[in-house]
């Protein structure tokens, strides 16, 4: 059950940061209230994932799924560059947090 939580809080992470990206082009009161739920929610499931995972692993793995999800958001989302090199990079931090998955 742990790693289900770990991965809500890092899909909830890619919410916030998604949500900081909305706030700083719409300034509204919704993407602040977004921001906030995300960025709750993420630390909230960490926690609960980090009862039985040893700190290091999830928190690294936490903020690799939250760097992949927010750069392919940017990507997907918001237009940002798709250049060949930066998904070499990201691909890296992927292979990165399956390669602790895989030794935890």
Same mark, same amino acid.
């Given at each position: *059950?742990s790693?289900?939580y770990?991965?809500?809080?890092? +899909?909830?992470?890619? *919410?916030?940061v %998604?949500? #900081?990206? /909305?706030?700083?082009?719409?300034?509204? $009161?919704?993407?602040?209230?977004?921001?906030?739920?995300?960025f @709750? &929610? /993420?630390?909230?499931?960490?926690?609960?994932? *980090?009862?039985?995972?040893p700190?290091g692993t999830a928190? &690294? %793995? $936490?903020? @690799?799924?939250?760097? +992949?999800?927010? &750069? %392919?958001?940017?990507?997907?989302?918001f @237009?940002e /560059?798709?250049?060949?090199?930066r #998904? =070499?990079? #990201?691909?890296? =931090?992927?292979g &990165?947090? %399956?390669?602790?998955? +895989? =030794? /935890?």
């Amino acid at each position: *059950m742990s790693w289900l939580y770990l991965t809500l809080a890092g +899909v909830f992470e890619m *919410m916030g940061v %998604i949500m #900081i990206n /909305s706030l700083h082009k719409n300034k509204n $009161w919704q993407s602040f209230v977004f921001m906030l739920a995300g960025f @709750g &929610a /993420s630390f909230a499931f960490l926690a609960l994932a *980090m009862e039985t995972l040893p700190m290091g692993t999830a928190y &690294a %793995i $936490w903020t @690799g799924i939250g760097t +992949v999800g927010g &750069a %392919i958001a940017g990507m997907l989302l918001f @237009g940002e /560059s798709r250049d060949w090199k930066r #998904i =070499v990079f #990201i691909t890296m =931090v992927l292979g &990165a947090a %399956i390669g602790l998955k +895989v =030794v /935890s």
